[in-house]
């Protein structure tokens, strides 16, 4: 009798209840703190940096042609006497600038189109998916430089190469986000009533699909800063004597050993750049959806 008071037999069964994981902070991450903190330096560089220097960046002094970095030359000075430190903060404008537009635009076009293949369907899906896969099973690379090419050189007709070339990643995403939300009950429920179309797609539908697609944006960010690079430094995109860093790297190449700084300062400043914006983008990805599910892997099916 007294065992069995001190240890009664269970009558029923309780399961065990999932404790939820805490969602992780933005800047949990020592890599993302990192990479914040690089990009507080490089960005207001960018903006602040042109306007304190004393170089203009297309000023030429055939005299100091070529002049290694020192005192009056931080990062040294080119084939044409140009001050490097000048024109790669001038350039890092160019190139960010140009990749923040062509995911802008990527964004709203690919958004609208996938809305639109995802909530009405039929033919209007069978076409916008199918363009997209035609699309997505080319590099991105390679479309932009299509494009870049029929539009005609410059920075503005490179950004527009490549913001065609990311429309596909966001047509698969918004497609499928507003597949599985408009299969949900509400949104049932708000057609039996009569609601509007529009205004379930405004209400409850975009919604929805807001942070999936501003993540895949985040992470398309250092993609499209390295594409508008590569795209002036094949000769189709950024126009001499405009400083941009695929250009700068592109007339770099002939001073490869005579002057290697040429090239170090834009390689580096598109390294530095592109890769804390990526380890940043990670950390958005991993605080919004702790289940680690990649929005990049679903739109690439």
């Known amino acids: 009798m007294t065992?069995?008071?001190?240890f009664p037999i269970p009558t029923r069964y309780y399961p065990r209840r999932r404790i939820p994981r805490p969602r992780p902070s933005l800047l949990s991450r020592p890599s993302a703190r990192a990479a914040l903190a690089v990009l507080i330096v490089i960005l207001p560089a960018l903006g602040l940096g042109p306007l304190l220097l004393e170089w203009e960046p297309n000023v030429m002094q055939v005299d100091d042609a070529l002049r290694p970095p020192g005192s009056q030359h931080w990062l040294g000075t080119d084939r044409f006497g140009r001050d490097v430190l000048s024109r790669l903060l001038h350039g890092g404008r160019v190139s960010v600038v140009a990749g923040l537009a062509s995911v802008a635009a990527a964004l709203v076009v690919g958004s609208a189109?996938?809305?639109a293949a995802g909530y009405w369907g039929g033919v209007v899906d069978e076409v916008l998916s199918g363009v997209a896969n035609v699309l997505l099973a080319f590099p991105g690379l390679l479309l932009a430089l299509v494009f870049s090419w029929l539009l005609g050189r410059g920075v503005e007709q490179a950004a527009i190469g490549v913001a065609i070339a990311g429309v596909p990643t966001y047509v698969r995403v918004a497609r499928a986000q507003v597949r599985q939300?408009?299969?949900t009950a509400y949104i049932r429920a708000a057609h039996a009533v009569g609601v509007p179309p529009f205004r379930?797609?405004?209400?409850?539908?975009l919604p929805n699909a807001v942070v999936p697609l501003l993540t895949v944006a985040a992470l398309n960010l250092g993609w499209a800063i390295v594409q508008v690079s590569a795209l002036s430094f094949l000769g189709v995109g950024a126009r001499p004597p405009q400083a941009e860093w695929g250009l700068m790297l592109s007339e770099a190449r002939a001073?490869?050993?005579?002057?290697?700084?040429?090239?170090?300062?834009?390689g580096a400043a598109i390294a530095l750049t592109v890769m804390s914006s990526n380890l940043l983008a990670d950390a958005v990805e991993e605080s919004l959806s702790p289940s680690r599910h990649s929005y990049l892997r679903l739109a690439r099916g």
């Open 3 to 6: 065992a069995s008071r001190r």
């Open 113 to 115: 189109l996938g809305i």
């Open 181 to 183: 939300v408009s299969r």
């Open 200 to 205: 379930i797609l405004l209400r409850h539908v």
């Open 255 to 266: 001073y490869v050993r005579q002057a290697p700084w040429l090239g170090l300062a834009p």
